[in-house]
Nanobody, 128 residues
Framework: EVQLVESGGGSVQAGGSLRLSCTTS????????MGWYRRVQGNVCEIISF???????HYVDSVKGRFTISQDTSKNTVYLQMNRLQPEDTAVYYC??????????????????????WGQGTQVTVYS
C-alpha cells in the first residue's frame, strides 16, 4: 500500500518559518519525481515546487527564494523548508509522488497533476 504522510504544518507569524515533511512508503522513492502543492481558499490547487529524477528543483515565482525543496532517499522523505512566510501562504499543503505526465491537478488537491500518489495534506496558517 502506498502512503504519503505530510507533517510539520501549523500556525506561524508572518516572517516565520516551517519545515514540512512528506514521508513515503510503498513505491520506489529513489528516482521518483516529487512535488509539493497547496490548496488555497476557494479550492484552487497550485503547484509550488517539484524535484525531478535528477534531483533538480523547480519553484513557482511566488515562493522562489523563500522555499526550498529537498529529499532524503535513505528516509524516503521529501521536505519543504518555508522561510519568510506570509499570510498569502496560508493553505493546505500536499505532497505528490511518482510523476508520469502532466495533467491539471484536481481542484481539491486530491489527485491529478500527473502524479500517481498524493498525501492527505497538512494545514499551514500564517497570521500577521
Amino acid at each position: 500500500e502506498v502512503q504519503l504522510v505530510e507533517s510539520g504544518g501549523g500556525s506561524v507569524q508572518a516572517g516565520g518559518s516551517l519545515r514540512l515533511s512528506c514521508t513515503t512508503s510503498g513505491f520506489t522513492f529513489k528516482g521518483s519525481e516529487m512535488g509539493w502543492y497547496r490548496r488555497v481558499q476557494g479550492n484552487v490547487c497550485e503547484i509550488i515546487s517539484f524535484i525531478n529524477m535528477d534531483g533538480k528543483s523547480h519553484y513557482v515565482d511566488s515562493v522562489k527564494g523563500r522555499f526550498t525543496i529537498s529529499q532524503d532517499t535513505s528516509k524516503n522523505t521529501v521536505y519543504l523548508q518555508m522561510n519568510r512566510l506570509q499570510p498569502e501562504d496560508t493553505a493546505v499543503y500536499y505532497c505528490a509522488a511518482d510523476f508520469v505526465h502532466y495533467e491539471p491537478p484536481k481542484r481539491d488537491c486530491s489527485g491529478g497533476g500527473g502524479y500517481n500518489y498524493w498525501g492527505q495534506g497538512t494545514q499551514v496558517t500564517v497570521y500577521s
